[in-house]
């Protein structure tokens, strides 16, 4: 079973950088649409950024320019590069897998589409 742990979460002023990680265990082949998906406090659940097998990423408006995916060598670990940080980013952060799709993500950021879930990292933005 596929198993995903987050890290890199932490307390930061706005305006500041932050790099999440998520490490990807159970893995039957690379094929995977890895994605971030964050919540804040009284929100629902929001898609943050994806990526497919090949790297190729997709992100939500309110991230774009800031925010940056990428997926480790071996293809195991997905990242998050967050700069420019604002207290609307403050959140739980999620890393989510999609296994059904060949490893193609598409513009899909719906936590419908996506089965496996890590535990999430806290992020908190604060003067």
């Known amino acids: 079973q596929l198993q995903l742990v987050e890290s890199g979460g932490g307390s930061v002023q706005p305006g500041g950088s932050l790099k999440l990680s998520c490490a990807a265990s159970?893995?039957?082949?690379?094929?995977?649409?890895m994605a971030w998906f964050r919540q804040a406090p009284g929100k629902q659940r929001e898609g943050v950024a994806n990526?497919?097998?090949?790297?190729?990423?997709f992100y939500a408006s309110t991230v774009k320019g800031r925010f940056t995916i990428s997926r480790g060598r071996a293809q195991n670990t997905v990242y998050l590069q967050m700069n420019n940080l604002d207290v609307d980013d403050a959140a739980l952060y999620y890393c989510?897998?999609?296994?059904?799709?060949?490893?193609?993500?598409?513009?899909?950021?719906?936590?419908?589409?996506?089965?496996?879930w890590g535990q999430g990292t806290r992020v908190i933005v604060s003067s």
């Open positions: 990526i497919n097998t090949y790297g190729t990423p």
């Open positions: 989510a897998a999609n296994s059904k799709w060949d490893g193609r993500c598409g513009s899909s950021l719906l936590e419908a589409d996506f089965s496996d």
């Open positions: 159970g893995l039957s082949s690379n094929a995977v649409c």
